[in-house]
């Protein structure tokens, strides 16, 4: 099968990413990070009642020159003296409630008080320091919109409204199976010829980082039993499947041909790193296969994993962003290039290089150190000036 470009890959998978998940209800101190599946109407106004603003005393705007007879104090949390009549005043603080009659609050840095008597030293206007009703939020109101991702200001906004519980989108479940004779989980021994894995690591890592519920499978030899054992039990589990290893050309790459029996989206496309990237669909399932080089199976987790969990829960989880390139590069592959960059952000503008970056293959795990970003760079051979913009995925 030739390899198609990224382009028509990211058209592929945007015609066949999934719908939402249902909503479930949630208590609202887990609801951090989660995508609101309701939209919230507000059911009163907020502040319920004019509400000071300041610690003073309140009063009617048209007595500020007169005499002013204090009748009372209402602390915050009382409402003792809800009602004044011309020439009173009632001693009101931040939070408490403006008695009926009283449109104004005196500050006490303007007030002279001897006994029960008040003087304004130095005038307000009126309305001064009053907060109307439905100031926050009025009755009726769409305070939060349905797919909105509930961040803390939401959080206490929902709390302000009594929501202790909140309905959002369920979130994906996604399974990572690392394939290969060659690789050691992490307490085994590793034997000549083997090594340590680190993908099930790194990719369960990042899929937690965007929130998503995620499973480490551990590691298949290269039998092919095994390994379509377990990506049919995973898949009765979880949501998307992802493998590492085993779709390019070699003898044991059997995940190819087990996820070539589902329904594929596409098998090879002209990227670098990732090129043996496979995406098929398994009903409203999907099972993506990532090569298995460390780095590879990074980007590709990233390009082809992460937009399909977004699209099951409603949520953008990577910035597609322009940043300066600070130093000059020339492109050596002629393939669309993804390129583990240092991002900084400098007089307003992101800005980006490979000081100290390692090149060589795709197996450089170390690159990933320290990085919040990929430099995304379209087809062809060229060199790029400091100084010019590039396009970059930040996903940290
Ligand atoms: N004759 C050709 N050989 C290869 C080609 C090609 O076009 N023709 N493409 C190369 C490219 S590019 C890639 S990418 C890899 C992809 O191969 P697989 O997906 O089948 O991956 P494996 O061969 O299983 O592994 C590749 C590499 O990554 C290491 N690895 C695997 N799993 C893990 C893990 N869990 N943790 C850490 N490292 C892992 C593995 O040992 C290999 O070194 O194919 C090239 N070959
Ligand atoms: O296409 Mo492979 O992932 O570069 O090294």
Redesign the pocket.
């Known amino acids: 099968m030739a390899h198609i470009s990224f382009e028509e890959s990211q058209q592929i998978l945007k015609e066949n990413l999934p719908g939402n998940k249902d909503s479930e209800k949630v208590f609202l101190d887990t609801a951090l990070n989660r995508v609101l599946a309701e939209d919230i109407v507000a059911k009163y106004n907020n502040p319920y009642m004019p509400t000071a603003s300041m610690d003073g005393y309140a009063i009617k705007y048209e007595d500020m020159d007169k005499e002013i007879k204090i009748i009372g104090r209402n602390p915050a949390g009382s409402f003792e003296f809800n009602k004044i009549n011309s020439g009173e005043a009632v001693k009101t603080f931040t939070g408490s409630f403006m008695p009926e009659g009283s449109d104004t609050l005196v500050p006490i840095e303007n007030v002279e008080v001897r006994g029960d008597k008040l003087i304004v030293k130095e005038k307000v206007e009126r309305g001064y320091s009053v907060r109307p009703v439905g100031e926050d939020f009025k009755e009726g109101e769409v305070l939060i919109k349905e797919g909105t991702l509930i961040n803390a200001g939401e959080i206490g906004v929902l709390a302000s409204l009594g929501k202790s519980c909140v309905y959002v989108t369920q979130k994906p479940i996604i399974s990572v199976l690392?394939?290969?004779e060659?690789?050691a989980d992490i307490n085994d021994e590793v034997k000549m010829g083997q090594?340590r894995?680190?993908?099930?690591y790194t990719l369960t890592a990042l899929a937690r980082s965007f929130g998503y519920d995620v499973k480490n499978l551990g590691?298949a030899g290269d039998k092919r039993d095994e390994i379509k054992n377990k990506i049919l039990n995973a898949l009765n589990s979880s949501d998307i499947v992802v493998t590492?290893?085993?779709?390019?050309?070699?003898d044991f790459?059997f995940v190819k041909e087990i996820t070539g029996e589902f329904d594929v989206l596409f098998h090879g496309v002209n990227i670098k790193?990732?090129?043996?990237i496979m995406v098929a669909k398994a009903g409203g399932k999907y099972i993506v296969s990532l090569?298995?080089?460390?780095y590879?199976s990074f980007v590709t987790f990233l390009l082809y994993v992460v937009p399909i969990a977004d699209a099951f829960e409603n949520k953008q989880s990577i910035e597609f962003l322009t940043a300066t390139l600070r130093d000059n590069f020339k492109k050596v592959f002629k393939k669309t290039q993804f390129v583990a960059v240092n991002l900084s952000f400098e007089n307003g503008e992101y800005v980006v290089d490979t000081r100290g970056k390692k090149s060589g293959s795709?197996?450089i795990l170390t690159n990933l150190i320290n990085t919040k970003a990929l430099m995304w760079l379209d087809e062809g051979l060229y060199e790029l000036k400091a100084g010019s913009k590039v396009k970059i995925i930040k996903f940290f």
């Open positions: 690392a394939t290969g060659e690789i090594i894995s680190s993908n099930n590691i590492t290893g085993g779709v390019s050309v070699g790459d790193p990732g090129q043996w090569p298995g080089f460390p590879s795709s197996g």
